[in-house]
């Protein structure tokens, strides 16, 4: 049963994360082809909506899921973090301010740019 849970919120926080978080940073749209502006997210109103959602939605969803540990399931390391933790790293070096009164998935971000393979990863980009 254990097993089937863990399968079910890892396909579930990849899909949030994909689908939701992940857009909340994006400075490009999927259709940038047809905008006559194919940077809307960097408009402030769109910084300001998305805040507004980070804020209300998936900060508090996100924290809910990390709780007290180290990592999203638990004291190990998984794939979901890399999921995760792309999203979470990203909106702390793009829009920093969608973590104030989120100091947990602050220091979850900071835990996974730590990492000695996160720091390679970065290292070849």
């Given at each position: 049963?254990?097993?089937?849970l863990?399968i079910?919120?890892?396909?579930?926080?990849?899909?949030?994360i994909?689908?939701?978080v992940?857009?909340?940073?994006?400075?490009?749209?999927p259709?940038q082809c047809?905008?006559?502006d194919?940077?809307?997210?960097?408009?402030?109103?769109?910084?300001?909506?998305?805040?507004?959602a980070f804020r209300?939605v998936?900060?508090?969803?996100?924290?809910?899921?990390?709780g007290?540990?180290?990592?999203?399931?638990?004291?190990?390391?998984?794939?979901i973090?890399?999921?995760?933790?792309?999203a979470?790293?990203t909106a702390?070096?793009?829009?920093?301010h969608?973590?104030?009164?989120?100091?947990?998935?602050?220091?979850?971000a900071?835990?996974?740019?730590g990492?000695?393979?996160?720091?390679?990863?970065?290292a070849?980009?």
């Amino acid at each position: 049963m254990y097993v089937v849970l863990s399968i079910s919120m890892f396909l579930k926080l990849c899909f949030y994360i994909s689908g939701t978080v992940d857009n909340l940073t994006a400075t490009s749209s999927p259709i940038q082809c047809i905008l006559k502006d194919p940077r809307p997210g960097d408009h402030d109103d769109v910084i300001r909506q998305n805040g507004k959602a980070f804020r209300e939605v998936c900060g508090p969803i996100l924290t809910h899921q990390l709780g007290d540990r180290e990592y999203m399931f638990g004291d190990s390391f998984t794939a979901i973090d890399v999921a995760v933790g792309f999203a979470i790293v990203t909106a702390l070096e793009k829009r920093a301010h969608f973590l104030v009164g989120f100091p947990s998935l602050k220091e979850y971000a900071e835990r996974l740019r730590g990492r000695p393979a996160y720091l390679k990863a970065i290292a070849q980009c």
